[in-house]
DNA sequence: CTCATTTTATGAACCGGATTCAAAATCGCT
DNA sequence: AGCGATTTTGAATCCGGTTCATAAAATGAG
C-alpha cells in the first residue's frame, strides 16, 4: 500500500542524508576523522539510528563510495555516445577522469582506502556487492567504445578478451591517483604534472596497442588540442572558465 | 665507547625481532588483526616497550613496508647489472616484481594501506622519510636503466624527464597489484591471469614509447620465452621447481 | 477514539584495543 | 656497594565503534 512507498522513500531519503553528511566531514576534516556519532549527530538522529543503515563503519564508507562511483559512471557514458573516432573516445575517459578527480578530489582518495583489505574486508558482503554493481556499468562503457573500435578496424584484438585491451590504460590511472595522493612520492623523483605525464603514457600505451588513428605521445601541441576538444565538446558543464587538467 | 655500540646493536635487532613479529602476524591472520600488544607479547616484551620503537601502530606499519621495499630493491638492482638488451632488463622490472609479489604476498596488500591518507598521515614524519629514502633506489635503478638505453639508442626521450618514460609502468603495475587485491573486482569482467595481462599490456607500452627492439604484444610464444629467460638467467634462485608468474 | 501490539529511535553503557605513565627494575659509574 | 639516570613494565586511561534495554511512535483492530 502507499503507506509502505512513503516509508521507503523517508528511508532512502535519510541513508542520503546520511551519506552526505559523512561525505561532508570527508571533505572537511579528512577521512582520519570521520566519527560515526558526529556523522549522526550532525543529522540530528541518534548514533543507533545510523546503524540501521549501515552495518559498520567501513560499510559506510563503501556505500559512499558507491554513490560517488555512480557519478564517475556518468562521465563514462558521455564517452560512449560522443560522435568522435573510438580513439579519441577511449582516451577521452582518461581525461574525464582526471576532470572527476578535480571535482571529487576525495573519491579516489576513498576508493584507495575502500580497496583495502582492512576495509573492504570489514564491510558487508550487501555493501560490497553494491559497489561492484554500480561499478559494472564502467566496464560496459569501455566495452562498447572497444567494441565500436574493432568494428571500424581501429583495433585488432588479436583474440583476447575486448576488455583486456584497456586494462593498461585502467591499471595506470589507478595507479596514477594512487601516486598523486602518496605525498612525497612524485616529489621524491622530482616528476611535475602527473596527470599530464599519464596522458602521455596512455597515448603511447594506445599506440603500442595499434589502436588507430595513431598520435605522437610527445607532441605536446596535439595533445593539448585533444584535451582542450574533448573538454569543449564532451565536459563543457565541468570545466567552465579556466579548467584544465594540472595541478 | 663500545657500551654504547652494543647498545645500538641491541635496540636495532629488537626492532628486528618486533618487525619480524609483526610481519608474521599479518601474513597469518591479516592486516586486519594486528594488534600491538599481541607484537609485544610474541617478542616478550611489554607493550610499552614496543612504543619505545613505534610511535604508533600506523608507524610499526611503515616500518614494515619499509623492510619490505629494501628486499624488492635487491629485485631491481638485479636487473641493473643484467648484461642485456635495455628493453628486457627494463620488463624484467615487471617480472621481477610479479616474483616478488609471489615471495611477500603481503607486501602490495600492505602498501596499498600504507600510502592511504588514513596510514600515511598517522604515521611519524620520520618514518615515512624513512620508507622515501628506503623506496630512492628503484627510482634509482630505473634511471639507470633509462640512461643505458638512452646511450645505446634503444629509446629517445624527446626531451622528457628520463624517469617520466617508465611511469606509466611503474603506475600499471601498481594499480594491477592494486586490482588483484580488490577481490572481486576481476571476477567482474571476468578478466584471468592478471598479470600475464600485465605483462602484455606492458609490452604495447613500450613499443608505444619506441622503445627498441619493439615485440609482438600478441606474440604468447614470444613472450612465454622473455619470462622463461628472464627467470632462468635473473632470478633462477626465487623462481626453483616450477615458478611461474601466473595465479 | 482507545488501547494493545508492533516497529523504530534513542543514547548511555559496553567493549576492544591503542596509547600513556607512575612505579619498578636495571644500568653505569664511582 | 650505592646512587642517580635510564629503561622496562603493564595496569590504567582514553577513545570511538557498536550494542541493546528502554522510550517513543506508528499501526490497526474494535
Redesign the interface.
Known amino acids: 500500500m502507499a503507506t509502505q512507498d512513503r516509508k521507503e522513500r523517508q528511508l532512502a531519503e535519510r541513508e542520503q542524508l546520511f551519506l552526505s553528511a559523512a561525505r561532508e566531514q570527508i571533505c572537511q576534516d ?3 576523522s570521520l566519527q560515526m556519532a558526529k556523522v549522526a549527530r550532525a543529522c540530528d538522529y541518534a548514533t543507533g539510528t545510523l546503524y540501521q543503515h549501515f552495518a559498520s563503519k567501513e560499510d559506510l564508507l563503501v556505500a559512499i563510495c558507491s554513490e560517488l562511483v555512480d557519478k564517475r559512471v556518468e562521465i563514462f557514458n558521455r564517452l560512449v555516445t560522443w560522435n568522435a573516432p573510438t580513439r579519441e573516445r577511449i582516451f577521452g575517459i582518461a581525461v574525464g577522469d582526471i576532470i572527476f578527480a578535480h571535482h571529487y578530489p576525495e573519491h579516489f ?1 576513498l576508493a ?2 575502500v ?4 576495509v ?3 564491510a558487508s558482503a550487501k555493501r ?1 556487492q553494491q559497489l ?1 554493481e554500480t ?2 556499468p564502467m ?1 560496459d562503457a569501455v566495452q562498447r567504445i572497444i567494441e565500436d573500435a574493432v568494428a571500424a578496424g581501429d583495433l585488432d584484438p ?4 575486448l ?2 585491451m584497456t ?2 590504460q ?7 591517483h ?2 598523486v ?5 612524485l616529489e ?4 611535475r604534472d602527473p596527470y599530464r ?2 596522458l ?10 595499434g589502436w588507430q588513428p595513431q598520435q605522437d ?2 607532441d605536446e601541441q596535439a595533445l593539448e588540442a585533444l584535451v582542450q576538444r574533448i573538454q569543449r565538446n564532451v565536459f563543457a558543464d565541468l570545466c567552465e572558465n579556466g579548467c584544465n587538467d594540472k595541478q
Open positions: 579528512g577521512l582520519l582518495r584507495q582506502f580497496f583495502t583489505e582492512v573492504w574486508q570489514a560490497r561492484l561499478s559494472k566496464g588479436h583474440g583476447r578478451p576488455l583486456e586494462l593498461g585502467w591499471t595506470m590511472t589507478l595507479g596514477m594512487n601516486l595522493h602518496a605525498e612525497g612520492v621524491l623523483y622530482n616528476l605525464m599519464l602521455r603514457q596512455l597515448n603511447a600505451l594506445l599506440n603500442g596497442l605521445p610527445f
